[in-house]
């Protein structure tokens, strides 16, 4: 009942902010996407394809947002920002880019965001679902309810594109009145490989999905597929997607992959090229989703063969009490260490590596900041790592 309240105030907030910037998304063509698992590589590699291609394009996802080719922070911990502020940059794409082109903004959109009506009022063209995995069951309580959050950016958009190699499939496909695409490795996707071959330097499985929904979206928007081809294979990854900060006598891959399902695919991914020992650092985030946890500490045992949990976020819950509820999920033996300080963490990481083995650590990626429950702290991975070798 209180969220219910609080979302008829975020809906009054987005009809204000809507009408107070005059409805700037009339005037753009607007590309969301969501999922899971995903979101940020898929916009920035559609952002960058639009871009390659000579439109004017602009974007806003987790790692910040570009406008009219000015960078621009989004905030802490934010994927899609407030009502008033993503108003404001999409005013700002609309003024930026008068011209004679058509002008594009792909927006990152939670399932969080279309819940509490962050993104009201806002014309999408194409709307694009990744994937719908176990995330954020703190707040949606059911995959069902979460699955229907994200199903109605689609119903928003006048272009549905989805994954039908995922789960969430058979839910949605039934919708109606909608241009639909599908996209996969499936052969009876409407883009698949077969019928758009692609070259690619992104790593994994999950990622060959992710260009293909970059595809499925710029095809859908009229772009030549040269100029698609051409996009991605210059593309690369965002900031702490699959970054490897360091490639010695060991590896150091930074990635942001926080749920069950993203912590699998890095890993399976990485496992077939490392000679030795992968090394995961990684926790979970506090006051948030607590039914994942043991889910992380199964998928990453799977692959890793050692496990340094420590601290993500852990607000105001005792970060030992997370690291006891991933170590749940472990049902085999392996060298596990516990470290709540994730400097120390990262230190012991790098400290222990020997020649030809994979440290990989997730959950924070390009974030800038920790909370331990007394609000943000800085913090910088990338710093950590550097002054930890």
Known sequence: MWQKTKNLYHLGIAIISNAWFR??????????????????????????????AGFNASMVSSVGAVIGGKNYDVGFHVTTPSSFSLQRFLNKAVIDGKNSKPNFLVLETTSHALDQYRVFGIKFDV???????????????????????????????????????????????????????TYGLNKSADVNPQVFPFKTDLIGEYNQYNVLAAISVCRALGVEDSLIRKGIESFTAPKGRGDIVYKKDFTVM?????????????????????????????????????SKRPLMGEMSSKYADVLILTAEDPRKEPVEKIMNEIESGINKKLEILRIPDR????????????????????????????????????????????EAL
């Open 254 to 290: 930074i990635d942001f992959a926080h749920t069950p399902n993203s912590i699998e695919q890095i890993l399976k991914a990485i496992r077939p090229n490392v000679r030795n020992k992968i090394i995961h650092v990684f926790g979970s985030a506090g006051a948030r989703d607590e």
């Open 23 to 52: 409805f700037p998304s009339k005037k753009l063509t607007v590309i969301g996407v969501t999922g899971t698992d995903g979101k940020t590589t898929t916009t920035s590699l559609i952002y960058h394809i639009l871009h390659i």
């Open 127 to 181: 709307g694009v679902l990744t994937n719908v995995t176990h995330e954020h069951l703190d707040y949606h309580k059911t995959y069902e309810n979460y699955l229907k959050a994200k199903a109605k950016l689609l119903k928003m958009s006048e272009t549905a594109v989805i994954n039908k190699d995922d789960e969430s499939y058979v839910f949605l496909n039934k919708i109606k009145n909608k241009r639909l695409i």
């Open 343 to 386: 400097k120390k963490a990262i230190k012991t990481a790098i400290e222990m590596a020997k020649k030809g083995d994979f440290i990989l650590i997730t959950g924070k990626s390009h974030e800038k900041s920790m909370n331990y429950g007394h609000g943000e702290v800085a913090w910088d991975e990338y710093k950590a790592v550097r």
